[in-house]
Nanobody, 125 residues
Framework: QVQLVESGGGLVQAGGSLRLSCAAS????????MGWFRQTPGKEREFVAA????????YYADSVKGRFTIWTDNAKNTVYLQMNSLKPEDTAVYYC??????????????????WGQGTQVTVSS
């Protein structure tokens, strides 16, 4: 089992920044992929970003590319999501996800085995 705990959500004005963190514990692998997804009421959970454990590969949704940055601190088994130039449409519950698989469709929820509880991000206009 892998436990994921997100933190860093909150309320911010449009144009502002927030940094999310997700700490993994338990039976984590030495190699892994971690991702961020987000969900608003009545909508499907959507992919935001994903990264390899060693920061060598990153993937972003087009809607956040150039504004969001994902990176990991492998020593801490923690993944971060720096969100800049936030827009009201970024408002959502953000979830981190974990998989020991290094290949596959990182944009698909089914690719991940473990999920965090989620953290609310609200961007006011």
């Amino acid at each position: 089992q892998v436990q994921l705990v997100e933190s860093g959500g909150g309320l911010v004005q449009a144009g502002g920044s927030l940094r999310l963190s997700c700490a993994a514990s338990g039976r984590t692998s030495s190699r892994y992929t971690m991702g961020w997804f987000r969900q608003t009421p009545g909508k499907e959970r959507e992919f935001v970003a994903a990264i390899w454990w060693n920061n060598e590969r990153t993937y972003y949704a087009d809607s956040v590319k150039g504004r969001f940055t994902i990176w990991t601190d492998n020593a801490k088994n923690t993944v971060y999501l720096q969100m800049n130039s936030l827009k009201p449409e970024d408002t959502a519950v953000y979830y981190c996800a974990f998989t020991a698989d290094l290949y596959g469709n990182f944009r698909a929820q089914v690719h991940y085995n473990y999920w965090g509880q989620g953290t609310q991000v609200t961007v006011s206009s």
